[in-house]
């Protein structure tokens, strides 16, 4: 049905990479998510006063949050859609992850109010009132909430969409909520124990989980997740095919949102290479990263001496040198400014964002592994693997 739906109302909607298409995707999964969680709440919440189950009524109360996280979800999507302008060059794609925060948030405030209810309901227990009816409309609730967990989640993969994976780990969490009720409404006559509040306690301690999950997530976000390496992978070895390239090194990728990938690098060249020919090759290397990988891309030249037999004695040195040290470390931009009394050994050294050492002890430490009979000093530069 949502399939149907999809390609009924989304022009193009095979076209997974446009914006347009994402954000009228999103858009009619939000108004599908309002009708369906809006009728959930509705019936739930009048099964739940009749049959006096704050567990059931919370159940309702949770459906009717997922409604308002459906709303922000559509002004979020609107909002994403809009192009880049003077204030966000790099657009406004961010938008889904802060409407991501703001449901997280929501989420929170459920889970305390919950938890606070179904204690209050633990020291005081109502009535036991076993109805077939609330067991069939529980049935009901899960079944519709399993479903819109699968295209949601379907949707999210198809789409690369943060805000839909969101939407999907809710509804996931609500079956698990609503299966915790269903199993106390079937239980507390056998046992002749009202376990409402107690199954209350779990439902709450579920949605806090998958809030703390999400939030997680959205903070992560936002400070800078390492790229994914596979991603990586492919550009640095889709540059590397270049037959004016030699090397790559400080790859960084910053993401501002789905499909809004910009990156930079360094790509070593030949120094003897005609330079206009390699900005060239540069220039087309650029525009094809972007149509395949979607990411705009950046390259710095690096130029290198190619077969200059000093330069590749010390860079042999330094290598050796460095593997001795550590096989962790890892170097580039190796160059030599050789004078008649000692030579400089220049380079960037890429260490792990764990490295205890200091630059002065990694110094030191480079230098008892090399044996030369010049004096040379080195020139060295932290690095860390942003990608």
Same mark, same amino acid.
């Given at each position: 049905m949502?399939?149907?739906l999809i390609?009924?109302?989304?022009?193009?909607?095979?076209?997974t990479?446009? @914006?347009?298409?994402r954000s009228?995707?999103?858009r009619l999964?939000?108004w599908?998510g309002?009708?369906n969680?809006i009728l959930?709440?509705?019936i739930?919440?009048m099964?739940?006063?009749?049959v @006096?189950?704050?567990?059931?009524?919370a159940?309702?109360?949770?459906?009717?949050?997922?409604?308002?996280?459906?709303?922000i979800?559509?002004i979020?999507?609107?909002i994403?859609?809009?192009?880049?302008?003077?204030?966000?060059?790099?657009?406004h794609?961010r938008?889904? =992850?802060?409407?991501?925060?703001?449901?997280?948030?929501?989420?929170?405030?459920?889970?305390?109010?919950l938890a606070?209810?179904?204690?209050t309901?633990i020291?005081?227990?109502?009535?036991i009132?076993?109805?077939?009816?609330t067991?069939?409309?529980l049935?009901i609730s899960?079944?519709?909430k399993?479903?819109m967990y699968s295209y949601n989640k379907?949707?999210?993969?198809?789409?690369?969409?943060?805000l839909?994976e969101?939407?999907?780990l809710?509804s996931?969490s609500?079956?698990?909520?609503t299966?915790?009720?269903l199993?106390?409404?079937?239980l507390?006559?056998?046992?002749?124990?009202?376990l409402?509040?107690?199954m209350?306690v779990i439902?709450?301690?579920?949605?806090?989980?998958?809030a703390?999950?999400?939030?997680?997530?959205v903070?992560?976000s936002?400070l800078g997740?390492?790229?994914?390496?596979?991603?990586?992978?492919?550009i640095k070895?889709?540059?590397?095919?270049?037959? @004016?390239v030699?090397g790559?090194?400080?790859f960084?990728?910053?993401?501002y949102?789905?499909?809004?990938?910009f990156a930079?690098?360094?790509v070593?060249v030949?120094s @003897?290479?005609?330079i206009f020919e390699?900005?060239d090759?540069?220039?087309?290397?650029?525009?094809?990263?972007?149509d395949?990988?979607?990411?705009e891309?950046v390259?710095?030249?690096?130029?290198?001496?190619?077969?200059?037999p000093?330069?590749?004695?010390y860079?042999?040195?330094?290598s050796?040198?460095?593997k001795e040290?550590?096989?962790q470390?890892?170097?580039?931009?190796?160059?030599?400014?050789s004078?008649p009394?000692?030579?400089n050994l220049?380079?960037?050294l890429v260490v792990?964002?764990?490295?205890?050492k =200091?630059?002065?002890?990694?110094e030191?430490e480079?230098?008892?592994?090399?044996?030369?009979?010049?004096e040379?000093?080195?020139v060295? =530069?932290?690095?860390?693997p942003?990608?």
């Amino acid at each position: 049905m949502i399939s149907y739906l999809i390609n009924k109302f989304v022009p193009n909607a095979q076209d997974t990479k446009n @914006q347009q298409v994402r954000s009228q995707v999103g858009r009619l999964c939000g108004w599908i998510g309002i009708f369906n969680n809006i009728l959930l709440f509705l019936i739930k919440f009048m099964i739940g006063t009749v049959v @006096q189950s704050v567990s059931i009524q919370a159940d309702a109360i949770n459906n009717l949050t997922d409604a308002i996280s459906n709303i922000i979800s559509i002004i979020s999507f609107r909002i994403s859609n809009k192009p880049a302008d003077a204030s966000h060059p790099y657009g406004h794609q961010r938008t889904e =992850t802060i409407a991501s925060m703001f449901v997280g948030l929501i989420i929170v405030v459920l889970g305390f109010e919950l938890a606070k209810e179904s204690f209050t309901k633990i020291i005081h227990p109502g009535v036991i009132d076993f109805r077939w009816v609330t067991i069939f409309i529980l049935c009901i609730s899960i079944a519709m909430k399993l479903w819109m967990y699968s295209y949601n989640k379907a949707l999210s993969k198809k789409y690369e969409s943060s805000l839909l994976e969101a939407t999907a780990l809710d509804s996931i969490s609500d079956v698990l909520g609503t299966t915790a009720v269903l199993i106390s409404t079937i239980l507390s006559p056998i046992f002749h124990f009202n376990l409402d509040g107690y199954m209350g306690v779990i439902v709450s301690v579920i949605i806090l989980i998958n809030a703390y999950n999400l939030i997680k997530d959205v903070i992560n976000s936002l400070l800078g997740m390492a790229p994914d390496e596979q991603l990586v992978k492919d550009i640095k070895a889709f540059i590397l095919q270049s037959n @004016q390239v030699l090397g790559v090194h400080d790859f960084i990728v910053h993401n501002y949102g789905p499909n809004r990938n910009f990156a930079s690098a360094h790509v070593e060249v030949n120094s @003897q290479n005609d330079i206009f020919e390699i900005h060239d090759e540069i220039d087309n290397i650029e525009r094809q990263v972007k149509d395949k990988f979607q990411v705009e891309l950046v390259l710095h030249m690096d130029p290198v001496k190619v077969n200059d037999p000093e330069t590749d004695e010390y860079k042999a040195i330094v290598s050796k040198a460095i593997k001795e040290c550590n096989e962790q470390w890892q170097f580039h931009d190796f160059r030599i400014v050789s004078g008649p009394t000692h030579v400089n050994l220049v380079f960037d050294l890429v260490v792990p964002f764990d490295e205890k050492k =200091t630059k002065q002890e990694i110094e030191q430490e480079i230098m008892s592994h090399i044996n030369v009979s010049k004096e040379v000093y080195l020139v060295i =530069t932290i690095d860390y693997p942003f990608a």
